[in-house]
C-alpha cells in the first residue's frame, strides 16, 4: 500500500496553485507549506476561493445584463430575411466564455 503513493504525481495545475502567493484577510503574506490547520493558511485558501467566486459572479452578471438587453432592445426583425444580425450574440458568447474560462 506505501508502494502505490510512491508513483503519485500531482498535477501541473496543484503545483501552479501552490506557488501562487498566499494572502490572509488583511493581505499580509503566509507561507505556503500545506498547513490546513492553521487559520492563517485557511484565510488564505478562503481569500483565494474568493476571487474565483467574484469571477464568477461578473461573469454571471455580464451575462445576465446581455440577456435583458437582447429581451428588452430587440429590434424588429423584417419577416422577408432567413437571417438575423447575429454578430452581438456571437461577441456576447464569446467574451462571456472568457471571463468564465
Not at 507549506?33 to 461573469?59: H, I, R
Request: proline residues 5%; hydrophobic residues 45%; aromatic residues 16%.
Amino acid at each position: 500500500m506505501a508502494t502505490a503513493r510512491l508513483d503519485y504525481v500531482a498535477p501541473w495545475w496543484t503545483y501552479w496553485l501552490h506557488n501562487f502567493p498566499h494572502l490572509n484577510f488583511v493581505f499580509e503574506s503566509v507561507d505556503n507549506t500545506f498547513k490546513p490547520e492553521e487559520p492563517s493558511y485557511q484565510q488564505s485558501v478562503v481569500a483565494f476561493a474568493f476571487l474565483g467566486a467574484l469571477g464568477l459572479c461578473v461573469s454571471l452578471l455580464t451575462l445576465a445584463s446581455y440577456l435583458l438587453w437582447l429581451c428588452l432592445c430587440r429590434h424588429d426583425v423584417d419577416e422577408e430575411t432567413k437571417r438575423p444580425e447575429t454578430c452581438c450574440i456571437t461577441w456576447g458568447v464569446v467574451l462571456s466564455g472568457l471571463i468564465i474560462w
